[in-house]
T-cell receptor, first 108, second 115 residues
Framework: GEDVEQSLFLSVREGDSSVINCTYTDSSSTYLYWYKQEPGAGLQLLTY?????DMKQDQRLTVLLNKKDKHLSLRIADTQTGDSAIYFC????????FGAGTTVTVRA | DGGITQSPKYLFRKEGQNVTLSCEQNLNHDAMYWYRQDPGQGLRLIYY???????QKGDIAEGYSVSREKKESFPLTVTSAQKNPTAFYLC??????????????FGPGTRLLVL
């Protein structure tokens, strides 16, 4: 989606932290989401953050939101091989607008 | 088990042929969506339906048609007017589509290939 931008690729060593960044344009977005897609599968909701929050933590996942800069990030702690996937950032007004997805590759 | 199912997993289309992709949900969701996914482009919205017997065009509706005769079902027809139909098609549903926390749940997808 042209309103949501993400870098396309990220390579990370197993056990390190991954940080995936996203910028969006719609300041009226109420919620922002992170979805995960494994090869040949549908999208799985990982987490979401309400626009009046600046941080949300859920086990190994930390979402940071800078509303002033319209910047969202997803940090995955202790990255595992099972975290290899495409990660989509999405913003929600009356419909979801998705970024192009960041392909995360975890190397041993 | 509650969820969204899509069939078939793979579908082949010949030139000039219409094909229909199935999407069924038993989550009692009012809203349903169809997306197209191409490599490096993320997901683009084709059609969505907020309620039975009603649907709206998304960003790339040309060459596609839908119906919503039942709450559980939202089939997508790829018509011969769609000149570049090869893609991965994803169906999703949510409780409503009126904004707020409208978490969308996705089916496993159908890959359409042109012969």
């Amino acid at each position: 989606g042209e309103d949501v931008e993400q870098s396309l690729f990220l390579s990370v060593r197993e056990g390190d932290s991954s940080v995936i960044n996203c910028t969006y344009t719609d300041s009226s977005s109420t919620y922002l989401y992170w979805y995960k897609q494994e090869p040949g599968a549908g999208l799985q909701l990982l987490t979401y953050i309400f626009s009046n929050m600046d941080m949300k933590q859920d086990q190994r996942l930390t979402v940071l939101l800078n509303k002033k800069d319209k910047h969202l990030s997803l940090r995955i702690a202790d990255t595992q091989t099972g975290d290899s996937a495409i990660y989509f950032c999405a913003e929600s007004d009356y419909k979801l607008s998705f970024g192009a997805g960041t392909t995360v590759t975890v190397r041993a | 088990d509650g969820g969204i199912t899509q069939s078939p997993k793979y579908l082949f289309r010949k030139e000039g042929q219409n094909v229909t992709l199935s999407c069924e949900q038993n989550l009692n969701h009012d809203a349903m969506y169809w997306y197209r996914q191409d490599p490096g482009q993320g997901l683009r919205l084709i059609y969505y339906s907020q309620i039975v017997n009603d649907f709206q065009k998304g960003d790339i509706a040309e060459g596609y048609s839908v119906s919503r005769e039942k709450k559980e079902s939202f089939p997508l027809t790829v018509t011969s007017a769609q000149k570049n139909p090869t893609a991965f098609y994803l169906c999703a549903s949510s409780m409503t589509s009126r904004g707020g926390l409208e978490t969308q749940y996705f089916g496993p997808g159908t890959r359409l290939l042109v012969l």
